[in-house]
Every structure is written in structure tokens, then in C-alpha cells.
């Protein structure tokens, strides 16, 4: 008994705290020869030890004191937690959280699911905590612990909660594994309809805009795996209302019935990866869309939509989406976010543009107090 709590107390301390360089090369003997004694009782302790003190002299170690209920679990002898993830759309995801969990174990695992192997890749996913029923995010650095992440929300919301999600879109799509279509449909399908992708001129769309909108429409209903043919009602949800109101209900109902009889076959995993091709083609696909509402620079007409992506900041018109103005991520040089006053909605966000020799600094004003906001930090 004194034995196996000197190997548990071993196990918080490697936890938290890095050895000396002198110390090392014998703990890590000490700990590996333990782990390869065939019938000694802390084989498994032991190995839970080294990997604590690998991930401390690699992440810097816990900053968080343990939680009540973490405590009590280690002194119980149990060193891990099931935590749910949310991936856009609602799909739940139980991962094994260890003491040494950092949010990058959490991002490589959810990925290797959805079969992406790359190290480029994994960078383009991002670990949030969520607060106060989605009113206040923050993105995760992928070296943080998360038992401390989970010990600092508890202290904001007991309830708080963890998504997952895609910020850097340079990577192409894959259209194979079958979780990572769902996640990729779910996450793009509300910019989609909300029209972030499209550009609305005022002339009336072309045959080929009706086409590729109906189109869209419905694979969107294959994917719900329905055995009936969409109604018109249903057929309003799944096209842009700026477009929508372009032409009669029926006629959208009559365009997209059309592309039933070719779409009916397809699985629904075929009708979500058949729309993703499809949309993945836009201009602003792979954005992170922020609604501003005043910025400092002449150039950009306000209020307006801010599409960032691989390309920079992208300024919108608010009505027509349109490409206002372009500055190219090079020329970002620092950003601040600036909390909202006691008494004022409206958070803004300080951008420092252009060279070491010549820098402005433009200041951007959200529309209101977004959950998205943190995240211009993060995609940035």
C-alpha cells in the first residue's frame, strides 16, 4: 500500500514538474527498466510516469491544480476521464482524456478518424471551449493541458463544453471517409444558406446559377437519407432566401424534382460529398465569415462582411457580397481584441497592417457580441 501511493504521488509530480538535467537520464532508467520487469506490480505505473514526465519536459508541464473529482480519481488509482467533443452538427465524439492530455491529442485523434495522417493538416483543426451556452468561445492553444482547461471552465460554467472544428481550409478535401464529409457538410451547410458564399447581383441568375442551386438543394435532401420526395416547404430550407425569392415557389419545387430523378440513387454519404465538391468551388469557401459593423479604413464600406481566408481579409458587401477590398494575410502584422465597455454591445478588434517600414493599424467593429469572435484570432 505505501508503496503503490509513493507510485501515485510519483505520477501527479511528473505531471506538473520537469526533473534536472542531471536527474533525467536515471528517472527515465529507473521508470523504463520498471515498465520491462516481467512480474513486478507497478509495470503499469510506472509507464504512465514516464509518459506524464515526457509530456511535462514537452509542454512545460500542468499549471492547473487538480480538480476535486481529479484528485479523487487519482487517488483511486484511475489516471483518465471520458470527455465529449461536439463536431459540427451535433455528432459526439467520448475521448479518453488522460492527466497529460494536451488539446493537439485531441485534434490528432479526432483526425486520424476521419483518416488525415498529415502534420499540415492537423494544423488546420482547433480545439474551443464553449461558455455560457455558446456566448462565449475560446480557441485552445494545441500545447494546453485540458484537465486545466476543463478546471478553468468549471469555475465560468459548470456546463461548458468542447467543439471541434476546421479554421484553415488550404488542404484539398477528401471525400472517402465518411465522418469526415459529415463534419465537413455539417460545418459549411449554415454559411452556405445564410448566402456567405454567393454573389447576388441585381440582375436576375442565369440558367446555370438556377441549375447549380437546385442542384445543391437537392443533394442537400439526399443527405437527410429521406425516402420521399421533397416538399416545398422543405425546398425553401434548402436555398439561400436570396435567391429564393428571385422566382415562385413552384419553379423552385419544379428545378429541383429534376435533379431528384439523377440524385435519388446516391447514398447519403454520396449526396454530402457530392455537395461539398460542389460548393468547394465558390469563391469564398474555407472562409470564416464576421459580421462588421464599422471599420476604420476608407477603402472598406460599412457595414460590411469580413471573409477571411488563405488569401487574407476579405471585405464584403453586406447586401450583394461582393469583393470590396482585399489585404493579404503577409501584410498582417499583430491583432488585439478589444472587450466591449461596461454599457456598449460591441466588441472591436485592432489589425496592424502593412511592413516593418510603414504600419496602420485598422479597427474593426462587430456588428454585436458574436461567439465567433475569439476566432478571428485564431483563423488569423
Request: a positive charge.
Amino acid at each position: 500500500d505505501s508503496c503503490q501511493r509513493g507510485w501515485r504521488l510519483l505520477y501527479v509530480l511528473t505531471a506538473y514538474h520537469r526533473c534536472s538535467e542531471v536527474l533525467k537520464p536515471y528517472l527515465f532508467k529507473f521508470l523504463q527498466d520498471t515498465c520491462r520487469s516481467p512480474g513486478l506490480h507497478f509495470q503499469g505505473i510506472a509507464k504512465a510516469c514516464e509518459h506524464n514526465l515526457r509530456k511535462t519536459l514537452q509542454y512545460g508541464g500542468r499549471s492547473e491544480h487538480p480538480s476535486a473529482m481529479e484528485l479523487k480519481a487519482m487517488v483511486a488509482g484511475r489516471s483518465s476521464k471520458r470527455q465529449l467533443f461536439l463536431l459540427p452538427g451535433g455528432i459526439e465524439r467520448h475521448l479518453k482524456i488522460k492527466t497529460c492530455s494536451v488539446a493537439f491529442d485531441v485534434i490528432e485523434e479526432i483526425c486520424t478518424e476521419m483518416g488525415v495522417h498529415k502534420d499540415d493538416a492537423y494544423n488546420e483543426y482547433a480545439i474551443f471551449a464553449v461558455t455560457n451556452r455558446g456566448q462565449n468561445v475560446r480557441p485552445i492553444n494545441r500545447k494546453e493541458y485540458i484537465l486545466d482547461v476543463s478546471a478553468e471552465m468549471e469555475q465560468i460554467d459548470t456546463n461548458y463544453m468542447y467543439w471541434f472544428r476546421r479554421v484553415i481550409w488550404a488542404q484539398s478535401l477528401k471525400f472517402e471517409n465518411e465522418l469526415y464529409v459529415t463534419m465537413h457538410y455539417n460545418q459549411v451547410l449554415p454559411d452556405y444558406l445564410k448566402g456567405l458564399f454567393n454573389v447576388f447581383s441585381h440582375a436576375k441568375p442565369t440558367e446555370q446559377q438556377f441549375q447549380q442551386i437546385s442542384r445543391l438543394a437537392a443533394l442537400q435532401h439526399r443527405a437527410k437519407d429521406s425516402v420521399y420526395l421533397p416538399t416545398a416547404r422543405e425546398v425553401q430550407d434548402y436555398i439561400p432566401s436570396q435567391y429564393y425569392k428571385v422566382v415562385k415557389p413552384q419553379s423552385w419545387l419544379n428545378m429541383v424534382m429534376q435533379h431528384m430523378q439523377q440524385i435519388q440513387p446516391l447514398s447519403p454519404h454520396q449526396g454530402r460529398a457530392q455537395f461539398l465538391g460542389l460548393v468547394s468551388a465558390f469563391p469564398m469557401f474555407g472562409s470564416s465569415f464576421f459580421y462588421i459593423q464599422s471599420c476604420s479604413n476608407n477603402m472598406v464600406i460599412s457595414p460590411c462582411i469580413l471573409a477571411i481566408n488563405q488569401n487574407g481579409l476579405n471585405f464584403l458587401n453586406k447586401e450583394t457580397h461582393e469583393l470590396m477590398v482585399t489585404f493579404p494575410l503577409k501584410d498582417i502584422q499583430s491583432t488585439r481584441t478589444q472587450r466591449p465597455a461596461p454599457g456598449f454591445s460591441y466588441p472591436y478588434v485592432d489589425i496592424m497592417l502593412g511592413d516593418m517600414m510603414s504600419q496602420r493599424v485598422t479597427q474593426l467593429q462587430l456588428e454585436q457580441v458574436k461567439p465567433r469572435l475569439p476566432v478571428i484570432r485564431c483563423v488569423i
